[in-house]
C-alpha cells in the first residue's frame, strides 16, 4: 500500500466513521442534553425526536446528489468539504445554548455527513484494484466494526464523567488528522462520463416530504392537533410525497430512477430495508432514552449493554456474507427479522419494577450488572444482535445482485439513502403512539392530571425525567406510563420488522426455474457501506 492511499484509507476511515459514531453516541447523550437544555418552542421529547430523525432525514435526502456532486467535481474535493462542513456543525452542535437551535446544527450536520458516507468507500474503489481493493474494503469494514464496539462505551464514558457536549467536541482533532490526509495525500478521482447534471429539485422535494410529514406528525401530537404548523407541515408533506414519482418520471436526470423499481428483487430488498432499518433506528433511539430516563442506567451502562450487538456483528457478518453466497439470501433475510422482532417483543415484556445498571468507571463495585440485565435486556440484545448479523451481509448481496453492475453505485446510494428515511417518518408514528399512550395513562392514575394544559404537560413528559417540581403520585404515574408507552413502542417496531420479513419471504421466492439469484451468482465485489446502518 503506498503512503495515498495509506492516508486516505485514514481520511476514508475517520469520515465515514464520525458519521457513524454521532448517530450512536447522539441516542446516549439525549438523555442528558433534555436535562440540560432549555426549550421554549418545542418539548423535550419532540426536541429530542427532532434532533435524530431531521439529522437522519436530511442525510438520507442528499446522499444520492452527494455521490452524484462526488463523482463530478472531485471526491478529494467534495469529500474535504464535507470533512470541514462537519467539523464546523459538529461545534456548533457542542456549544447549543437550547434545544431548538441544537435541532438545526443537527440539520447542517447531517447536511454535511451526506458528503462524507458515499466519498469514502467511491475513494477507496478508484485508489484500489483487484485484491487490493477487496483488502482496502476489508480493513474499512475492520475499523467501522471496531467502532460499533468501542463507541457506544465511550460515548456513554463521555456522559457520565464529563459533558454530553463532548459528544461533539470530540470531532474537531478527528476531522483535522482526517483533511490534513485529505488535502496533503489523497489523489484526485472522477468518475469518466460523470455528466454534471445534479436533480437539486428532486432531492429537496424528498426532504419536504420527510420532513413534512415527520414534523407535522410529532407536532401535532405535542399540540394536541391544535397547531395550524402541524397540519400545515402535514399537507406540505403529503402533497411532496405525491409529486416525488411523478418528479423523478419526467425528469432527465432522476435522482432516483423508477425503472431501478421494476426489478422484482431490488424493490423487495428496498421495502424490507425502510421496515427493517427503520425499526432499527427508531427503536435505538427510545432505548436509549428509556433506560437512562426511566429506569435509571448510567449512560456508560447503557453504552456497554450494546457491546454484545458489535461482537455478533463483527464475528457473524463474514461467515454469513458467505453462507448466503452459497444457499442463497433469503433464508436469512426471513430468519433474520424475526429473530429481530422476537427481541423487541421479549423487551416489550420488562417490568417498570427492573433493577437498573449504575455502572460507574470509578467504582469497580458497579461493573458487575444486577440480575435484571440479564433477564429483562440482555434477551432482546442477544436476539437482536444474532437477527441484525443474520441481515446485514445477505441484504447487501440480494441489493447488489438485483441490478446491472453499470447500476450498482446508484442502487446502493438509494438503499442507503431509504434505509436512513425509515427512521424520521416511523419516529413521528411511534412518537405520537408513545406520547398518547403516556398522557392517557398518567390520567388514569392520577385523575387531577390535565394533560391539555401545556405547564402541566412540562411536569412529565414521556421517557424523560419528570420536573423536580413533580408531585410524587405524578412522578410514580410517570414512570409507570413511560415503561407502558416502551412497550407499545416495541411491538409497533416487532410488528415492523415481521413485515420485513414477509416481504422479504413472498418477495424473494425464486419464480419456477429460476433458483435464487445470490446463491447463483454469488457474493459481489460491493463495499461494506453497500450495508445499510454502516458508515
Not at 425526536?49 to 455521490?67: K, P
Not at 425528469?251 to 428496498?270: C, E, G, H, K, S
Amino acid at each position: 500500500m503506498t503512503q495515498p492511499q495509506r492516508w486516505s484509507m485514514l481520511a476514508a476511515i475517520l469520515g465515514s466513521g464520525m458519521v457513524f459514531l454521532d448517530s450512536t453516541v447522539m441516542n446516549l447523550a439525549l438523555p442528558r442534553i433534555g436535562k440540560e437544555l432549555p426549550a421554549t418552542i418545542v418539548s423535550t421529547l419532540e426536541g429530542q425526536t427532532y434532533a435524530v430523525s431531521g439529522y437522519l432525514a436530511i442525510l438520507a435526502a442528499l446522499l444520492v446528489l452527494a455521490g452524484a456532486l462526488a463523482d463530478y467535481y472531485g471526491r478529494r474535493r467534495v469529500f474535504a468539504i464535507g470533512l470541514a462542513g462537519f467539523g464546523v456543525s459538529s461545534v456548533l452542535c457542542g456549544l447549543s445554548p437550547t434545544l431548538e437551535l441544537l435541532v438545526l446544527f443537527r440539520l447542517l450536520q447531517g447536511a454535511t455527513g451526506a458528503l462524507l458516507v458515499p466519498g469514502s468507500l467511491a475513494i477507496l474503489t478508484a485508489l484500489f484494484e483487484g485484491q487490493a481493493r477487496a483488502r482496502a474494503f476489508g480493513i474499512w469494514a475492520s475499523a467501522t466494526s471496531a467502532l460499533s464496539l468501542v463507541g457506544p462505551v465511550v460515548g456513554g464514558l463521555l456522559v457520565d464523567t464529563a459533558t454530553w457536549r463532548l459528544a461533539f467536541l470530540i470531532n474537531v482533532p478527528l476531522v483535522m488528522i482526517a483533511l490534513f490526509a485529505t488535502i496533503r495525500h489523497m489523489p484526485e478521482t472522477r468518475a469518466e462520463g460523470a455528466s454534471g447534471s445534479f436533480d437539486w429539485l428532486g432531492a429537496a422535494v424528498a426532504f419536504v416530504a420527510v420532513g413534512g410529514l415527520a414534523f407535522g406528525a410529532i407536532r401535532g401530537q405535542e399540540k394536541q392537533w391544535q397547531d395550524a404548523l402541524a397540519w400545515a407541515s402535514l399537507a406540505i408533506g403529503a402533497v411532496a410525497l405525491v409529486a416525488f414519482p411523478i418528479l423523478m418520471a419526467r425528469r432527465p436526470n432522476p435522482l432516483v430512477p423508477l425503472d431501478l423499481f421494476r426489478r422484482r428483487r431490488f424493490a423487495t430488498i428496498n421495502l424490507s430495508t425502510l421496515l427493517i432499518y427503520g425499526a432499527l433506528y427508531t427503536m435505538a433511539l427510545f432505548q436509549g432514552l428509556f433506560l437512562q430516563n426511566t429506569i435509571g442506567y448510567s449512560a456508560t451502562a447503557a453504552g456497554v449493554i450494546g457491546i454484545p450487538t458489535g461482537i455478533l456483528l463483527t464475528v457473524l457478518s463474514a461467515r454469513v456474507g458467505a453462507a448466503s453466497g452459497r444457499i442463497g439470501a433469503r433464508p436469512f433475510l426471513v430468519v433474520g427479522p424475526a429473530l429481530m422482532a422476537a427481541g423487541l417483543f421479549w423487551f416489550a415484556r420488562i417490568p417498570p419494577t427492573t433493577e437498573p445498571w449504575r455502572l460507574a468507571p470509578g467504582d469497580p463495585a458497579s461493573w458487575i450488572p444486577p440480575l435484571s440485565v440479564v433477564v429483562d435486556v440482555l434477551p432482546y440484545i442477544l436476539l437482536f444482535g444474532v437477527g441484525i448479523s443474520l441481515v446485514v451481509a445477505p441484504l447487501t448481496t440480494t441489493l447488489m445482485t438485483s441490478v446491472p453492475v453499470a447500476n450498482a453505485g446508484l442502487a446502493s446510494a438509494i438503499n442507503n439513502a431509504i434505509s436512513r428515511i425509515g427512521q424520521p417518518l416511523l419516529s413521528a408514528v411511534i412518537f405520537v403512539v408513545v406520547s398518547g399512550a403516556f398522557y392517557a395513562s398518567v390520567t388514569a392514575a392520577v385523575p387531577t392530571f390535565d394533560s391539555s394544559d401545556p405547564q402541566q404537560r412540562a411536569l412529565v413528559q414521556p421517557l424523560n425525567a419528570p420536573h423536580p417540581g413533580a408531585p410524587p403520585d405524578l412522578v410514580a404515574a410517570s414512570q409507570v406510563a413511560s415503561v407502558d408507552a416502551l412497550h407499545l413502542a416495541a411491538i409497533v417496531c416487532g410488528v415492523l420488522l415481521l413485515g420485513g420479513t414477509v416481504a422479504n419471504a413472498i418477495g424473494l421466492r425464486p419464480r419456477s426455474g429460476e433458483g435464487d439469484m445470490t446463491a447463483r451468482e454469488g457474493p459481489q465485489a460491493a463495499g461494506p457501506a453497500d450495508a445499510p446502518g454502516i458508515g
